[in-house]
């Protein structure tokens, strides 16, 4: 890695509850020559959130703001829940008109999912699912594949993830890459910060969800129309859920076999996205390409924003 970004902490969504978590990711981020502007949303706390939705919300409307420079990086500081009620509070008008074409990186996931929908469906703004200050950049141990895989991907004209994925037959197809955490997806559809997307790239996480909850948002995506619509879903980590003894053998497995029964299209299983300590960094909105081949996928997508190196 070299180029050297400044990169703005904004907290739409929970109050940084580990602070050391949160001081080993700006010393790292250091570390390696980047700048950290916007500290001050690291002491805000309101109830669980970190700050007032006005002042959150405040955050992301400040980077359509002329008289302020923007930023190479716009990075979240955690996840959480808070971001939904942001989204009728939000300038979609001068984010599109300053942001659309900005070569500014905006990167979170989880809770982050909810903006990175409204700001594309509202202003067409391209953004990140990727690491973010606390969890990722701030672990006790820093995994490699996610420090490697953002820089590299906000560096290249073509991003590249490549990983295992037996059993899949071998597809080729092409389509706007979008996604993120399915809990927060599902619940948007059907209102006005839920994207119109169809022949995309689908990829889904989530957290602390048992199969049964999964089937049934994907199940609603299904009944909504947009999960048919999509040319392939890709899905990545769940991760943090216990399956009962009512279960009775019925698994992730099992989920993901009868959506793909249900729904038609491929799914190709194994993405290194999500709660995990291992995470690529993927665009929302973005142009990208899917090749599966004797059990190997290889992902490519292009047209994301990339800051401009000084």
Do not use: C
């Amino acid at each position: 890695m070299s180029a050297r970004y400044e990169i703005r902490l904004i907290a739409p969504s929970g109050y940084p509850h580990i602070p050391e978590a949160m001081r080993r990711g700006i010393e790292r981020l250091e570390a390696a020559g980047h700048r950290i502007a916007g500290r001050e949303v690291l002491d805000r706390l309101d109830l669980r959130f970190a700050g007032t939705d006005a002042e959150r919300a405040a955050d992301l409307n400040g980077l359509a703001d002329p008289s302020r420079p923007l930023p190479d990086v716009v990075l979240a500081i955690r996840g959480g829940y808070g971001a939904h009620p942001l989204l009728p509070l939000l300038n979609y008008d001068a984010l599109g008109e300053r942001l659309r074409d900005a070569p500014v990186a905006m990167i979170g996931h989880s809770d982050f999912t909810a903006l990175q929908s409204a700001l594309y469906a509202r202003a067409g703004i391209v953004t990140y699912g990727g690491p973010m200050l606390g969890a990722d950049f701030g672990a006790p141990e820093l995994d490699p594949l996610t420090w490697e895989h953002v820089w590299r991907t906000l560096a290249d004209e073509e991003g590249l993830g490549e990983w295992e994925a037996p059993h899949t037959p071998d597809i080729a197809v092409d389509g706007t890459l979008w996604g993120g955490n399915l809990a927060m997806l599902a619940g948007l559809v059907g209102s006005p910060y839920f994207p119109s997307i169809e022949g995309g790239l689908l990829y889904i996480e989530d957290i602390a969800e048992p199969p049964f909850r999964v089937e049934r948002m994907l199940y609603h995506l299904l009944h909504a129309g947009v999960l048919g619509a999509q040319k392939a879903l890709l899905v990545g980590d769940f991760t943090g859920y216990r399956v009962a003894e009512y279960d009775n053998g019925y698994d992730l497995d099992t989920v993901f076999e009868r959506i793909a029964g249900a729904a038609g299209i491929p799914i190709v299983r194994g993405l290194p996205f999500g709660h995990g300590p291992a995470k690529f960094t993927l665009p929302f909105g973005a142009a990208g390409r899917l090749v599966v081949a004797d059990g190997r996928a290889t992902l490519r997508f292009s047209g994301h924003p990339r800051p401009k190196t000084p």
